[in-house]
């Protein structure tokens, strides 16, 4: 996997950037108004003797604060944010840190926005995962603190330059970046609980994606149904939706068939079951509910235990 090499990468930057903090006076004046200005625009706290600064958007507890006002290292700007249960990902600006990581035999995570993918050098080590985290609103969020590095790691998001920011309106930027893809987990999960709920079933709330996918059990016109989104083994990266239904004993309707067609989905046969699925993370609402009433009639009602 190519994120270790990233991973000590993006670990040798404060390095780089105690080199040159030495030959750098810290601009002491331009920081502090900078935080100022970001503290009332976020509502935030204010600590001149850090200096440093913590605010809460959109539920999330974000700190920033300025490394290098000592000879211990180099100039930065750092800020972090609590991120339970997130996927490892890292993402650094292009430049000459990517260009050299590109020479050693790095590899991007393509994610399917060419702007995103033209500023940031991706790494992840669950790629499917990470490319469902880094939704529209999070991708934005991004690109406008595309100054900065990004990493997900041990419980945190986390945002760094090797300078210190003078720009109160891209430390702004930068905090809310951070909060945005410290709770793009929640986000992604919550859009299945809400998804779960108009189909009909229950899903705890104030929880994140769980890394081994999700599933919820359905009653329709007296049939059990499962919808699942989740990994096939063996293809760890690929994620599928499912439908599944008991075994009906008899092949689809004929009828059906080109409904299925138009759902772009295959259908079959699994264990005691059947199913109809097609690849992906987030499905469209519609689709979903369409393959929820098809795998409906063609495993037809009276089937009393729930699909296992």
Not at 107 to 124: C, N, R, T, W
Not at 217 to 227: A, E, K, N, S
Not at 236 to 252: F, I, K, N, Y
Request: glycine share 8%; hydrophobic share 50%.
């Amino acid at each position: 996997m190519e994120l270790p090499i990233f991973a000590v990468l993006f670990c040798a930057i404060p390095a780089v950037g105690y080199a040159l903090g030495r030959l750098v006076r810290p601009p002491r004046r331009e920081s502090t108004v900078a935080f100022k200005q970001a503290a009332r625009v976020l509502t935030g706290r204010f600590q001149a003797s850090i200096p440093s600064l913590t605010a809460t958007i959109d539920g999330i507890q974000v700190a920033a604060i300025l490394h290098g006002n000592d000879e211990q290292r180099g100039l930065e700007t750092s800020i972090r944010a609590p991120a339970h249960a997130s996927p490892r990902l890292l993402l650094l600006p292009r430049g000459v840190a990517t260009t050299y990581g590109s020479l050693a035999g790095g590899q991007d995570v393509p994610i399917g926005d060419a702007e995103l993918e033209s500023h940031f050098m991706i790494k992840a080590l669950d790629k499917a995962h990470v490319r469902a985290l880094l939704t529209a609103r999070v991708r934005q969020a991004l690109l406008a603190a595309a100054r900065y590095s990004f990493e997900l790691r041990d419980g945190h998001a986390h945002a760094s330059r090797l300078a210190w920011e003078t720009d109160g309106e891209a430390l702004v930027a930068a905090m809310r970046a951070t909060a945005a893809l410290a709770r793009a987990g929640e986000d992604l999960y919550e859009s299945w609980r809400v998804l779960a709920a108009e189909l009909g079933a229950t899903l705890p709330s104030g929880q994140v994606w769980p890394a081994a996918g999700l599933g919820f059990d359905l009653m329709v016109t007296g049939t059990p149904l499962r919808v699942e989104c989740a990994r096939r083994p063996p293809e760890r990266e690929h994620w599928q939706v499912s439908v599944l239904a008991p075994a009906t004993g008899r092949d689809m309707p004929v009828a059906l068939h080109a409904e299925l067609l138009d759902l772009r989905a295959e259908a079959g046969l699994e264990g005691a079951g059947v199913f109809i699925r097609w690849p992906g993370f987030e499905p469209d609402r519609a689709k979903l509910a369409r393959a929820v009433a098809l795998m409906a009639e063609w495993a037809g009602a009276g089937h009393a235990a729930a699909y296992r």
